[in-house]
């Protein structure tokens, strides 16, 4: 028996039941929108492949198989198909030659069925792996040309926030010299005005005291996105020395005193147990402390700010910032230290002269100086925020 002609004989019907089959099966989604004809692909070369391997009287042809295998799996991985999908096909291929030809089979000896049998799942075992050889390379290189894309595209967005946030920062200084001054003279004016002006007509010194606290509160938005940026940058050197922590929280409580004392609050202060010394960098620390405190006062308006510095053991000292404020929302506590995010409460939607930025800034020091921030807070109660420092900073 030529079983290899009978297969040739039947070799349109299969194909033509094959690609039916696989418009059918429902786990091949990627053929649904294909014409016949792209659903074929190179099929068809495969079965003429292995016609010739099952023939007894012809060479058999295995380059072909590998060539049309190998076509076949470059094109399914540009049609986008899945693995299991490539496999299934397959699979209906198998099942197909199998309907068409059982009658005929039948008619052969044991042996010759046998033999039949072992070929053409051989083929098709041999088209599967070099199928899926393409495919997978073919996967690869898209995974390559999509990871360079990506590089150039990285590359690029960086540059362009570097670019933005160098133009940025020169902005921020060309506004700070006119603000400065604007600044100075309200201030001087304001002065004369209150000399001058009697106290029953005070309505210029409103308006003057109006410029002069929006301009300050400018002129701080601009130091904190100044800072912010600096940090991002990585242009922050710690200049590491020696620090007296006591004398550092006495400067920042006398700096904030008028502030607290404008909505009648009270600064406590505990260093019984804080270090005497530490070695860090005290004009970032400083600025810690003052942001914490600060803050504090800005959203506390009845009771008493306390700050509590002590050694932790033999590594670490920390400090301690609370307050008797409007508190923190739980789903806030996350992003309290996001730049811009600003807390709002019931009794108000957010402190006015807030820039969103001082515990931004206040997180990426303390990172800085190699400390860690924790937070505890409750609304309608306070906050309290606690770093935790090495008493020596490592460069």
């Given at each position: ?200 007509n005070p309505v210029n010194i409103e308006h003057i005291e109006r410029v002069l606290r929006n301009g300050r509160h400018l002129l701080r938005l601009i130091n904190n996105v100044l800072e912010l940026s600096r940090y991002e940058a990585g242009k922050i050197q710690l200049q590491v020395a020696p620090t007296n922590t006591r004398e550092l929280i006495h ?106 930025l001082g515990l931004a800034i206040v997180v990426r020091l303390v990172k800085l100086l190699q400390g860690e921030i924790s937070l505890v807070s409750q609304e309608g109660v306070g906050s309290t925020f606690t770093v935790t420092f090495p008493l020596t900073v490592e460069v």
């Amino acid at each position: 028996m030529e079983f290899s002609q009978v297969l040739a004989d039947n070799s349109n019907t299969i194909i033509t039941k094959w690609v039916a089959a696989v418009r059918e099966d429902r786990q091949i989604e990627s053929a649904d929108d294909l014409s016949y004809t792209a659903i074929k692909n190179h099929i068809p070369d495969v079965f003429q492949a292995m016609v010739t391997v099952l023939s007894q009287s012809q060479e058999s042809d295995i380059k072909s198989i590998v060539t049309a295998s190998w076509k076949h799996g470059l094109l399914r991985a540009e049609q986008g198909f899945d693995p299991s999908e490539i496999a299934r096909e397959y699979r209906l291929l198998r099942k197909v030659i199998f309907d068409a030809v059982e009658t005929d089979l039948l008619q052969a000896t044991p042996a010759e069925i046998v033999r039949y049998m072992r070929l053409i799942d051989a083929v098709i075992d041999e088209a599967i792996a070099r199928c899926f050889h393409s495919y997978v390379g073919e996967r690869l290189r898209e995974l390559e040309h999509l990871q360079a894309s990506l590089r150039l595209h990285n590359d690029e967005l960086t540059r362009l926030v570097s670019t933005n946030e160098d133009k940025l920062s020169q902005l921020a200084h060309e506004l700070k010299h006119p603000l400065t001054a604007i600044i100075g003279y309200s201030d001087l004016f304001l002065r004369q005005q209150r000399r001058t002006i009697p106290k029953d007509n005070p309505v210029n010194i409103e308006h003057i005291e109006r410029v002069l606290r929006n301009g300050r509160h400018l002129l701080r938005l601009i130091n904190n996105v100044l800072e912010l940026s600096r940090y991002e940058a990585g242009k922050i050197q710690l200049q590491v020395a020696p620090t007296n922590t006591r004398e550092l929280i006495h400067n920042v409580c006398e700096m904030l005193e008028p502030l607290a004392s404008e909505k009648n609050l009270s600064i406590l202060v505990d260093w019984q147990r804080a270090p005497n010394e530490v070695t860090t960098d005290g004009f970032q620390l400083q600025q810690i402390v003052t942001n914490l405190v600060s803050n504090a006062i800005r959203y506390t308006e009845t009771g008493t700010i306390s700050i509590v510095c002590e050694v932790v053991d033999s590594e670490k000292w920390a400090i301690a910032v609370s307050d008797t404020g409007i508190g923190i929302a739980e789903k806030d506590q996350t992003k309290i230290f996001e730049p811009y995010f600003r807390v709002t409460s019931q009794s108000r939607p957010y402190a006015p002269d807030s820039t969103g930025l001082g515990l931004a800034i206040v997180v990426r020091l303390v990172k800085l100086l190699q400390g860690e921030i924790s937070l505890v807070s409750q609304e309608g109660v306070g906050s309290t925020f606690t770093v935790t420092f090495p008493l020596t900073v490592e460069v």
